[in-house]
């Protein structure tokens, strides 16, 4: 009978070589042994992984560019991208899909859902229900619930300075996007702003983010999944308990109670007959559908404050702006005259590029599944590079928006970039810029970003003064001096890659105008 100790020596003897020999391999024999990168990205996928458990891969990709050039590879079986020709190949080819890694973020309904479809009639399908909801035309309807809980936000922070408070911006943003796309997914009043029954919703959006952004960039070890969800047990059950209790709620409503998700995907959404929420492709839908959208405007809004309040000129011009342009708090809303604030609309876009909501890689890989799979002699190309099948490639958003060939002085904050003529520097730099991604996998809550993160910040700058809080507090969302993590830049709004990013502040103390207060005592803003 064989002992402990022999069992462990034959084991060691079968594991050793062959890790030994997929090491010689991945060194000397891999397809991708000539592109440049880490050595130890050769062997692992713990290279990308220990960051993302960090929360800061997308200062590592960024470093990584600086050292070895515009394609890394960041792992055994993954390239890394840093021009707009790979930005263009990869997200608008028409062989690639989402790497198989997406897999790893599938709930426990073990339902696809628009975020990590493979397939792309599948995901087709998806995004033409959802994407109903995300349109220009769904937002103007959808507006006036919108421009509802932006006024709680403004009288939270009219409270706030009633009470000489400041106010944690990432908070606010937090808990009015959390309130907006309750409404929106189901019609459901969450009212984290003015209550903590919900309020840990938002963390447990984040919680679920970060777990997503982990396993994408080390899927090899899912299987401490369960360790994790222990942990993160208290504010994950109670987001899925609110999601749940939202569900069952708009379900004892009539379809067309609301323009919200249910009514107008709850009947398109399974080929297979099932119905709404009766099956669970909704349910997969929707939870990705209010992680996405309580994560990324937050992200948005709460950045363009950190550097609105640490930008006097650019404080100044927007605000004048906002003041000239409309005649009354009433007068702003989603329309000509909203669209017509261009340097608003210029002072977001240079936001989403310096602070990208989405701070992970879109990994994406050859479609070897496709009914139209092309002949095995066929190279499938990306910026010039022959990519061998198998491999995952992607853009990093991060690096490529701080790349300095196509946005020079790519640190500092000019929203007048985005205001010049036409000439081909300009031209070059829109088609680097790529904040909702590219292509039919693009994100398809462009409209609602821009709108609701336009309304709430003019009806700010329309009732409110506002500035940092003053010492320590005030530093709060910027860099510390001195640290060589690449968190170095005071004036940089740090972002943790959760993939949605994570992060805090600014704190900023703000000052009613005049009596424009009134109006949102009153409750008529």
């Known amino acids: 009978m064989l002992t402990i100790a022999a069992y462990v020596f034959c084991a060691a003897c079968f594991i050793g070589p062959l890790t030994l020999f997929v090491l010689i391999y991945r060194l000397n024999s891999h397809p991708l042994r000539s ?67 997406y897999l790893k973020s599938l709930l426990s309904t073990n339902k696809p859902s628009m975020f990590n479809a ?22 103007r309807i959808f507006g006036p619930t919108m421009e509802l809980q932006i006024d709680i936000f403004l009288r939270q922070l009219l409270q706030a300075s009633q009470q000489s408070k400041f106010a944690n911006m990432t908070t606010r943003c937090q808990r009015l996007a959390t309130d907006i796309v309750g409404h929106l997914a189901f019609g459901y009043p969450l009212n984290t702003q ?16 970060y777990r997503i952004s982990v396993y994408l960039a080390w899927p090899a070890i899912t299987f401490v999944d369960p360790v994790v969800q222990w942990f993160g047990r208290r504010e994950i059950s109670k987001f899925y308990a609110a999601l749940k209790k939202m569900v069952e709620f708009r379900m004892g409503m009539p379809k067309d109670a609301a323009h919200d998700l249910y009514a107008v995907a709850s009947g398109d959404m399974t080929p297979n007959g099932e119905k709404g929420l ?6 997969s839908e929707a939870s990705f559908f209010v992680i996405a959208g309580g994560t990324t405007v937050t992200t948005l809004m709460s950045a363009v404050f950190f550097y609105v309040s640490r930008h006097p000129d650019v404080y100044e011009r927007l605000a004048s702006e906002i003041r000239t342009t409309f005649s009354s ?24 590029r310096v602070a990208p909501p989405t701070t992970a890689t879109p990994w994406r890989t050859e479609d070897i599944y496709s009914s139209s799979l092309p002949s095995s002699d066929e190279p499938f190309i990306i910026d010039g590079h022959i990519i061998p099948r198998g491999t995952a490639v992607g853009v990093s958003l991060y690096s490529l928006h701080h790349n300095l060939v196509y946005f020079p002085e790519p640190f500092e904050f000019r ?14 730099m829109r088609r680097a810029f790529a904040p909702f991604a590219l292509g039919d996998r693009g994100c398809a809550g462009k409209a609602m970003a821009y709108l609701e993160t336009s309304l709430t910040v003019a009806k700010t700058l329309w009732y409110f003064d506002f500035e940092t809080a003053p010492g320590e507090l005030g530093k709060v969302g910027g860099g510390t001096p001195g640290t060589k993590d690449g968190r ?38």
């Open 35 to 101: 592109f440049p990168g880490p050595w130890a990205a050769r062997f692992t996928d713990g290279y990308a992984g220990v960051p993302a458990i960090q929360k800061r891969l997308h200062l590592i990709t960024y470093r990584d560019h600086l050292r070895y050039g515009p394609v890394v590879r960041q792992a055994p079986n993954r390239l890394v991208f840093n021009t707009v020709t790979a930005l263009h190949d990869i997200y608008l080819h028409s062989r690639t899909t989402k790497s198989e890694n």
């Open 118 to 139: 493979l397939d792309r009639a599948q995901h087709r399908q998806k995004r033409r229900a959802v994407g109903q909801l995300l349109t220009e035309r769904s937002m």
């Open 194 to 209: 003015t209550a903590e029954t919900n309020a840990v919703i938002p963390a447990g959006m984040k919680r679920t983010s």
């Open 278 to 283: 009766q099956g669970t492709d909704l349910w």
């Open 329 to 352: 708090s009433i007068s702003i809303t989603g329309g000509p005259e909203l669209n017509s604030c261009k340097y608003l609309r210029a002072v977001i876009d240079e936001t989403l």
């Open 415 to 428: 929203p007048e970039r985005w205001l010049g003529p036409e000439n081909d520097e300009v031209i070059n």
């Open 488 to 525: 170095e830049k005071v004036d940089e709004y740090q972002l943790y890659d959760t993939f949605t990013a994570d992060h805090d502040g600014p704190n900023l103390v703000f000052r009613p105008r005049a009596n424009f207060w009134r109006k949102l005592e009153e409750g008529s803003a």
